[in-house]
T-cell receptor, first 112, second 114 residues
Framework: NAGVTQTPKFQVLKTGQSMTLQCAQD?????MYWYRQDPGMGLRLIYY???????DKGEVPNGYNVSRLNKREFSLRLESAAPSQTSVYFC???????????FGPGTRLTVT | QKEVEQNSGPLSVPEGAIASLNCTYS??????FFWYRQYSGKSPELIMS????GDKEDGRFTAQLNKASQYVSLLIRDSQPSDSATYLC??????????????FGQGTILTVHP
């Protein structure tokens, strides 16, 4: 099992450009999450999906949109990138009954 | 007030010593707690889960939960240089219908020196 996979691993965008970060899990988990991690700020939840067909805002949703494409895949879209969105983005998934979250390898995004 | 707070660190211990990492939380109804290890440039890796009061041991790691005092700790026995990493405490807050939604502390950097 690959666990949680994310693409791309690295990305550089110019201000105003758009992009989609992809995430997939093969653990048959119901719930999926997108976090960003910044120095001194810890992990902050952007959006989550408790189950296929549902999505909810987390702590820092502004400037992002998400799509739960199916049970396996959860994508994060930046419509108009800003330098403040320079960060490391992690996707995670969990089984409802244990709440244990498993993380993907991350995407390092730089917006210039 | 942050909902999950970790001792500020950084923490430095000699090889072979016990490393003690602490975390407090503000939501008295919180049920589940987790410790993650994150190496520099890598993603968080789950190392311990604890759901009830008391101790839970797994190899060199012991997680302790005290709901009355609202704290969680992680003890690492016989610390090794390979344990050098940032340790994140996370808790599932009570209330709502947000299954699995966790709140993370800021992390404690642990360095184990030979």
């Amino acid at each position: 099992n690959a666990g949680v996979t994310q693409t791309p691993k690295f990305q550089v965008l110019k201000t105003g450009q758009s992009m989609t970060l992809q995430c997939a899990q093969d653990m048959n988990h119901n719930s999926m999450y997108w976090y960003r991690q910044d120095p001194g700020m810890g992990l902050r939840l952007i959006y989550y999906s408790a189950s296929e067909g549902t999505t909810d805002k987390g702590e820092v949703p502004n400037g992002y949109n998400v799509s739960r494409l199916n049970k396996r895949e959860f994508s994060l879209r930046l419509e108009s990138a800003a330098p403040s969105q320079t960060s490391v983005y992690f996707c995670a998934s969990s089984e409802r009954w244990t709440d244990e979250q498993y993380f993907g390898p991350g995407t390092r995004l730089t917006v210039t | 007030q942050k909902e999950v707070e970790q001792n500020s660190g950084p923490l430095s211990v000699p090889e072979g010593a016990i490393a003690s990492l602490n975390c407090t939380y503000s939501d008295r109804g919180s049920q589940s707690f987790f410790w993650y290890r994150q190496y520099s440039g890598k993603s968080p890796e789950l190392i311990m889960s604890i759901y009830s009061n008391g101790d839970k041991e797994d190899g060199r790691f012991t997680a302790q939960l005290n709901k009355a005092s609202q704290y969680v700790s992680l003890l690492i026995r016989d610390s090794q240089p390979s344990d050098s990493a940032t340790y994140l405490c996370a808790g599932k807050l009570s209330g709502g219908t947000s299954y699995g939604k966790l709140t993370f502390g800021q992390g404690t950097i642990l360095t184990v020196h030979p």
